[in-house]
Nanobody, 124 residues
């Protein structure tokens, strides 16, 4: 079955960096969309970044452009989210998701499979 396993979350001070990883298995990894989403307490889940695994096209939320970078290692079926210049407002549970059937983007309802999440906490 499809599995998405996130890792790399933690606590960091404002201005610091973290790199999240998402290892995918159980489906054909290539030519699909992989996304990162986040949900802070009391807020709706929002799309952060996405990448089309077939060609490498990337998509970012305005709130993270210039600070976050999504990338992939096709040989490892793994997607990464490099987060730099972190802010307290980046604090959230971060989820990896796979969209096997739609055009790549940041709409959460288009994603079919989700990981369990990894917590990112940024202190001021």
């Amino acid at each position: 079955q499809v599995q998405l396993v996130e890792s790399g979350g933690g606590s960091v001070q404002a201005g610091g960096s973290l790199r999240l990883s998402c290892a995918a298995s159980g489906y054909t990894y290539s030519s699909n969309c992989m996304g990162w989403f986040r949900q802070a307490p009391g807020k709706e889940r929002e799309g952060v970044a996405a990448i089309y695994t077939g060609g490498g096209s990337t998509y970012y939320a305005d709130s993270v452009k210039g600070r976050f970078t999504i990338s992939q290692d096709n040989a490892k079926n793994t997607v990464y989210l490099q987060m730099n210049s972190l802010k307290p407002e980046d604090t959230a549970m971060y989820y990896c998701a796979a969209d096997l059937y739609h055009a790549c983007g940041l709409g959460e309802y288009e994603y079919d499979y989700w990981g369990q999440g990894t917590q990112v906490t940024v202190s001021s």
